[in-house]
T-cell receptor
Framework: KAGVTQTPRYLIKTRGQQVTLSCSPI?????VSWYQQTPGQGLQFLFE???????NKGNFPGRFSGRQFSNSRSEMNVSTLELGDSALYLC????????????????FGPGTRLTVL | EDQVTQSPEALRLQEGESSSLNCSYT??????LFWYRQDPGKGPEFLFT???AGEEKEKERLKATLTKKESFLHITAPKPEDSATYLC?????????????FGTGTLLAVQP
């Protein structure tokens, strides 16, 4: 079974530009979560999509947005890039069936390394 | 506020020297605690999920345990290939969401 794929793997942008990152989850998985990883803050939750709907959102400014398509693929967009947006952006895929007593195991992709100059 | 603290930040071991990594958590209600391994330049690799105090899980040289306030990842007779950053994360109760709260990780280096 193919794992989570993320494209592109590396990106270099300048301040003020915008960027779109893509994530293809494991086949059959309906939930996609996005995380930002930086050396100082570690992994921080950005948002989660399930069946094309945003199910949860982390504490990030509105410049960070995302969406999910009917085939469960997801994109995230960052507008008006700032130097502090330089990070590894990780996508995690899960079946999406998490409930009160059921924990959904999440599988991460390799990430997109974004550098803002 | 839900929070995860991992210690130590970095650990250097000799091959064969067993040790433990700690993950302390504060959460209103724990749905699950996760351990991941992350190699440089890669995404986290899933290791274990623990659900309730007293639970233990093993995989090769790794054993994860859980109490009401912390989890330990025990590494028995480590090898250089066990060198990586080990991440702990919790999933609190709170509706149908997969949000994970991560600690900042323990960087493990195993020398031959």
């Amino acid at each position: 079974k193919a794992g989570v794929t993320q494209t592109p793997r590396y990106l270099i942008k300048t301040r003020g530009q915008q960027v779109t990152l893509s994530c293809s989850p494991i086949s059959g998985h309906r939930s996609v979560s996005w995380y930002q990883q930086t050396p100082g803050q570690g992994l921080q939750f950005l948002f989660e999509y399930f069946s094309e709907t945003q199910r949860n959102k982390g504490n990030f400014p509105g410049r960070f947005s995302g969406r999910q398509f009917s085939n469960s693929r997801s994109e995230m967009n960052v507008s008006t890039l700032e130097l502090g947006d330089s990070a590894l952006y990780l996508c995690a895929s899960s079946s999406g069936t998490s409930g009160r007593l059921i924990v959904d195991e999440q599988f991460f992709g390799p990430g997109t390394r974004l550098t803002v100059l | 506020e839900d929070q995860v603290t991992q210690s130590p930040e970095a650990l250097r071991l000799q091959e064969g020297e067993s040790s433990s990594l700690n993950c302390s958590y504060t959460v209103s209600g724990l749905r699950g605690l996760f351990w991941y391994r992350q190699d440089p330049g890669k995404g986290p690799e899933f290791l274990f999920t623990l659900y309730s105090a007293g639970e233990e899980k093993e995989k090769e040289r790794l054993k994860a345990t859980l109490t009401k306030k912390e989890s330990f990842l025990h590494i028995t007779a480590p090898k250089p290939e066990d060198s990586a950053t080990y991440l702990c994360a919790v999933q609190p109760y709170g509706g149908a969401t997969n949000k994970l709260i991560f600690g900042t990780g323990t960087l493990l280096a195993v020398q031959p």
